[in-house]
């Protein structure tokens, strides 16, 4: 019990700390708030600018969500057909790598072309810069199936199809879940990209105003704000895996 407390309490204790050093560093070498601003001020700004971070923000979260759930049924999909096959595997993997390897703010020209200044480039954005690890992690998890496993359930009149989505399926849920802690940040990245460069909201487009007006309070307010919603994304999807693969964390390492 007392370990789980100290587990619950060291993520508001490490934050805190690094607010107060950041704090006292800036007001022990009176550093220009141009240059770096210290916490006090930035909540300042938060707060002064509270109406245009909320408009701004829900933007930038619907359209996360829409590229994030394109990710993770695309990626879901795909990982099995890579997953069950190793010819896909082998065939689709040189052209996943080298599509992933292409910097995302390079993409967003040619989204614009296409679509034009909008929600979609943003969405399509955070789209393509989040459903590799899915895909990876979910034929990963199926393509590692024991194949003792898969003999004996051959023996057992099974079929491929069988094997795939009562064993593969179930297997790969771990590395699944894991898999969406990684790509609801890529996808919150992907999002602003997008909205820096094809959009006329959101928080990306605020920041690129912002910045282009050298209102930096405003910047600094709007980066605390995607750090916030960015921790909140990844505690849902740590949550969610908690509560759906529970069974598959057995590590009990030490404090």
């Given at each position: 019990?007392?370990?789980?407390?100290?587990?619950?309490?060291?993520?508001?204790?490490?934050?805190?700390?690094?607010f107060l050093l950041w704090e006292l560093v800036c007001r022990a070498f009176k550093i220009s708030s141009f240059i770096l601003p210290a916490p006090s001020t930035i909540l300042l700004a938060v707060w002064e600018y509270r109406s245009q971070l909320t408009y701004h923000a829900l933007h930038t979260l619907w359209m996360t969500f829409a590229g994030f759930g394109l990710a993770v049924g695309f990626g879901l999909l795909l990982g099995m057909l890579l997953g069950s096959s190793r010819l896909i595997n082998a065939g689709s993997y040189p052209l996943l790598?080298?599509?992933?390897?292409?910097?995302?703010?390079?993409?967003v020209p040619i989204l614009v072309f296409w679509f034009g200044v909008g929600w979609v480039p943003p969405v399509l954005t955070a789209f393509l810069i989040s459903f590799f690890?899915?895909?990876?992690?979910?034929?990963?998890?199926?393509?590692?199936?024991?194949?003792?496993?898969?003999?004996?359930?051959?023996?057992?009149?099974?079929?491929?199809?069988?094997?795939?989505?009562?064993?593969?399926?179930?297997?790969?849920?771990?590395?699944?879940?894991?898999?969406?802690?990684?790509?609801?940040?890529?996808?919150?990245?992907?999002?602003?990209?997008?909205?820096?460069?094809?959009?006329?909201?959101?928080?990306?487009?605020?920041?690129?105003?912002?910045?282009?007006?050298?209102?930096?309070?405003?910047?600094?307010?709007?980066?605390?704000?995607?750090a916030v919603l960015g921790v909140i994304m990844y505690a849902i999807t740590a949550y969610a895996e908690r509560s759906m693969t529970g069974w598959a964390q057995r590590s009990q390492m030490a404090a």
């Open positions: 019990m007392k370990t789980k407390n100290q587990l619950a309490a060291a993520p508001w204790v490490f934050t805190v700390g690094f790598v080298g599509f992933n390897s292409i910097p995302k703010v390079a993409v690890p899915i895909v990876v992690n979910v034929a990963t998890g199926i393509a590692t199936v024991e194949p003792e496993m898969e003999d004996v359930l051959r023996a057992l009149g099974a079929s491929k199809k069988d094997i795939v989505f009562k064993i593969g399926v179930p297997r790969a849920m771990p590395y699944f879940f894991g898999s969406l802690k990684v790509a609801i940040t890529l996808a919150y990245v992907g999002s602003v990209i997008g909205e820096q460069n094809a959009s006329n909201v959101g928080i990306g487009n605020l920041l690129t105003r912002a910045s282009a007006a050298f209102e930096v309070p405003l910047v600094w307010a709007a980066l605390v704000v995607l």
